[in-house]
C-alpha cells in the first residue's frame, strides 16, 4: 500500500508465474529477466525485423540466451531426476503436464523433438505471454482506471463474482460483461497483433501493386478496429460496443486482436480466460489509481505495441 508500481513489468512477472505455474509446474522468476531480454532481441530482430541481426551479437543478448540455456539444462535435469530412463507412465497421484508431454515426445520420436528444440520448447510457456498477455494486462489496467464509469461497473461485477465463491469457466464471461467488454475495447483500441507477416508464394497484382515473389507482406488487420464505418467514434473508449444488438465487433474483418485466418493466435483461448481472471481478481483485491491520477498513456512499439514501461499505478489500498 502506497507504492507506485510500473505495470508492465509487474504484468510480465505475474504472467510468467502464471504460466509457468500452470504448464510446467513451477515458476522460475529469478530467470524472468533473461527471458524478457531474450525474447525482446528475437522479437526485434527475428520475428519483427524492425533490428538488423548483428545486434545478436550484442553481450547483453549472449548473457540472457546463456541463461535461457541454463533454465533448459536445469528442466532437463529436474525431469530425468523424477524418471529416472525417461519411459515410465505417469503415477496415479502424478498430473503430466506440457513439459512431461514434450519430454516424453523427445525421448520416445527423437525425431520429432530433437536435443537442439528443447531450449526452444521447454522455455516457450514462460515466453508465451510474455508480451502479448503482459502489454494486454496493462493496457486493460489503464483503460478501466482512467473511466471512474466503467472502473464503478467492473468493480460491482468482480464484487458480485468472487462472492459466489468457485468460478466456473463455462459461466465466466456471462457474470462480467462489462470487464469483458472492457478487455475487448482495450484489445481494439491496444492491439498487440497489428499486422501479419507473409512472404509472397508467386507474382501477383493486388489493386495495381505489383508483389514480386518472395516479397514480405505485411497485412494490416488491425486497422479496421480504428475505422469509422465498423466502430462509430473509433478512439471513444466504449465498452457496450460488443454487446447485442451492437455486437460491432462482429463485422467481418472488423476485429482481429488475435490475428486472423488458419494463423490465428494458437494461445487464444488460454489467454481470454487467463487475462479475464487476472484482471476479475486485480481490481478485486486491490484499490488502484493512475500514477499521476491525470496520466494519458504513452505506448512504446519495439518489439510489439504496448503501453510504455513507464506507465504506474499507485496501490491505495486493498479492496477485498
Given at each position: 500500500v502506497g507504492q507506485s508500481v510500473q505495470v508492465l513489468p509487474a504484468m510480465q512477472y505475474?504472467?510468467?508465474?502464471?504460466?509457468?505455474t500452470i504448464l510446467?509446474?513451477?515458476?522460475?522468476?529469478?530467470?524472468?529477466?533473461?527471458?524478457?531480454?531474450n525474447i525482446l532481441y528475437i522479437l526485434n530482430v527475428l520475428v519483427t525485423r524492425q533490428r538488423p541481426k548483428f545486434l545478436l551479437l550484442r553481450p547483453e543478448y549472449k548473457k540472457a540466451r546463456r541463461r535461457v540455456f541454463e533454465l533448459k539444462e536445469k528442466m532437463v535435469a529436474d525431469w530425468?531426476?523424477?524418471?529416472?530412463?525417461?519411459?515410465?507412465?505417469?503415477?496415479?497421484?502424478?498430473?503430466?503436464?506440457l513439459i512431461d508431454d514434450i519430454m516424453r515426445a523427445h525421448v520416445n520420436q527423437p525425431e520429432v523433438i530433437p536435443e537442439s528444440d528443447l531450449a526452444v520448447t521447454l522455455t516457450g510457456p514462460y515466453v508465451a505471454g510474455l508480451d502479448t498477455v503482459a502489454n494486454t494486462t496493462a493496457?486493460?489496467?489503464?483503460?478501466?482506471?482512467?473511466?471512474?464509469e466503467v472502473r464503478r461497473r467492473v468493480y460491482e461485477e468482480v464484487d458480485a463474482l468472487f462472492a459466489e465463491g468457485d468460478i466456473d469457466e463455462s459461466q465466466l464471461f456471462a457474470k462480467i460483461p462489462a470487464l469483458q467488454g472492457a478487455i475487448m475495447e482495450a484489445m481494439r483500441l491496444y492491439p498487440i497483433a497489428v499486422a501479419q507477416m507473409r512472404t509472397a508464394?508467386?507474382?501477383?497484382?493486388?489493386?495495381?501493386?505489383?508483389?514480386?515473389?518472395?516479397?514480405?507482406?505485411?497485412?494490416?488487420?488491425?486497422?479496421?478496429?480504428?475505422m469509422e464505418e465498423f466502430y462509430p467514434e473509433p478512439q471513444?473508449?466504449?465498452?457496450?460496443?460488443?454487446?447485442?444488438?451492437?455486437?460491432?465487433?462482429?463485422?467481418?474483418?472488423a476485429y482481429s486482436p488475435y490475428g486472423r485466418g488458419p494463423h490465428t493466435c494458437l494461445g487464444k483461448s488460454l489467454a481470454e480466460v487467463q487475462i479475464a481472471l487476472s484482471m476479475a481478481r486485480l481490481f478485486y483485491k486491490l484499490d488502484l489509481e493512475l500514477d499521476p491520477p491525470d496520466y494519458t498513456l504513452k505506448t512504446k512499439t519495439a518489439p510489439t505495441p504496448g503501453p510504455s514501461t513507464q506507465f504506474k499505478v499507485r496501490v491505495k489500498g486493498y479492496r477485498h
Amino acid at each position: 500500500v502506497g507504492q507506485s508500481v510500473q505495470v508492465l513489468p509487474a504484468m510480465q512477472y505475474m504472467v510468467t508465474d502464471q504460466l509457468g505455474t500452470i504448464l510446467t509446474g513451477s515458476a522460475p522468476l529469478e530467470y524472468v529477466d533473461a527471458i524478457r531480454t531474450n525474447i525482446l532481441y528475437i522479437l526485434n530482430v527475428l520475428v519483427t525485423r524492425q533490428r538488423p541481426k548483428f545486434l545478436l551479437l550484442r553481450p547483453e543478448y549472449k548473457k540472457a540466451r546463456r541463461r535461457v540455456f541454463e533454465l533448459k539444462e536445469k528442466m532437463v535435469a529436474d525431469w530425468y531426476a523424477r524418471h529416472p530412463n525417461g519411459q515410465e507412465e505417469p503415477g496415479e497421484d502424478e498430473t503430466p503436464n506440457l513439459i512431461d508431454d514434450i519430454m516424453r515426445a523427445h525421448v520416445n520420436q527423437p525425431e520429432v523433438i530433437p536435443e537442439s528444440d528443447l531450449a526452444v520448447t521447454l522455455t516457450g510457456p514462460y515466453v508465451a505471454g510474455l508480451d502479448t498477455v503482459a502489454n494486454t494486462t496493462a493496457a486493460i489496467t489503464y483503460c478501466v482506471l482512467k473511466y471512474p464509469e466503467v472502473r464503478r461497473r467492473v468493480y460491482e461485477e468482480v464484487d458480485a463474482l468472487f462472492a459466489e465463491g468457485d468460478i466456473d469457466e463455462s459461466q465466466l464471461f456471462a457474470k462480467i460483461p462489462a470487464l469483458q467488454g472492457a478487455i475487448m475495447e482495450a484489445m481494439r483500441l491496444y492491439p498487440i497483433a497489428v499486422a501479419q507477416m507473409r512472404t509472397a508464394t508467386k507474382d501477383f497484382v493486388f489493386q495495381g501493386c505489383r508483389i514480386r515473389e518472395g516479397e514480405m507482406l505485411y497485412v494490416a488487420t488491425s486497422v479496421p478496429h480504428f475505422m469509422e464505418e465498423f466502430y462509430p467514434e473509433p478512439q471513444r473508449f466504449d465498452i457496450d460496443r460488443y454487446a447485442k444488438p451492437r455486437a460491432e465487433h462482429m463485422q467481418s474483418g472488423a476485429y482481429s486482436p488475435y490475428g486472423r485466418g488458419p494463423h490465428t493466435c494458437l494461445g487464444k483461448s488460454l489467454a481470454e480466460v487467463q487475462i479475464a481472471l487476472s484482471m476479475a481478481r486485480l481490481f478485486y483485491k486491490l484499490d488502484l489509481e493512475l500514477d499521476p491520477p491525470d496520466y494519458t498513456l504513452k505506448t512504446k512499439t519495439a518489439p510489439t505495441p504496448g503501453p510504455s514501461t513507464q506507465f504506474k499505478v499507485r496501490v491505495k489500498g486493498y479492496r477485498h
